[in-house]
């Protein structure tokens, strides 16, 4: 057989790339560094990441935030600027009056401090449209003027 440059290699000579016939649809190669590429689902999602502030976690309210994105709200993460007192602070995410299924989070007051970051993986009731609000509703059990900043994580449909 000639030699060949691969530059110049014609299609009865082409072949796959090395473990294709085991891949999955999908699944591409990437490199690990150590001289292989195994095949790997890559997480194509569009996120868009939604900041709003609470004021006082530490008093019973509602807040309002309107991302402007329609989409799936797929975590939601707070962190608090100082600590709380007395009793954990609990906030909960509803959408249109619907609440957002396994959002909710809990602050324990125990130990906590500016910094803390606490979160939750939605998994239903969770989807939004562009112009839909999402209700921060802190139920006022623990004491200290505390701000929270809530951050949504959603995949854009």
Do not use: R
């Not at 195994?38 to 935030?65: C, G, Q």
Request: proline fraction near 4%; charge should be negative.
């Amino acid at each position: 057989m000639a030699n060949l440059d691969h530059a110049t290699i014609t299609d009865p000579l082409l072949h796959e790339i090395k473990g294709a016939a085991a891949a999955t649809s999908g699944q591409i190669p990437v490199s690990n560094g150590a001289g292989a590429a195994p095949f790997t689902t890559i997480n194509n999602k569009d996120l868009v990441f939604v900041h709003a502030d609470i004021d006082d976690v530490s008093t019973a309210a509602s807040y309002w935030v309107v991302p402007g994105i329609a989409g799936d709200v797929t975590k939601i993460h707070t962190v608090i600027d100082g600590a709380i007192a007395t009793a954990d602070a609990g906030i909960s995410f509803e959408i249109a009056g619907t609440p957002i299924t396994g959002g909710g989070i809990t602050i324990a007051n125990a130990g906590s401090a500016a910094g803390d970051v606490d979160s939750s993986t939605p998994s239903a009731a969770n989807t939004i449209t562009a112009n839909q609000a999402i209700e921060m509703i802190t139920d006022g059990a623990s004491t200290n003027t505390v701000k929270a900043t809530v951050t949504f994580t959603t995949d854009v449909s």
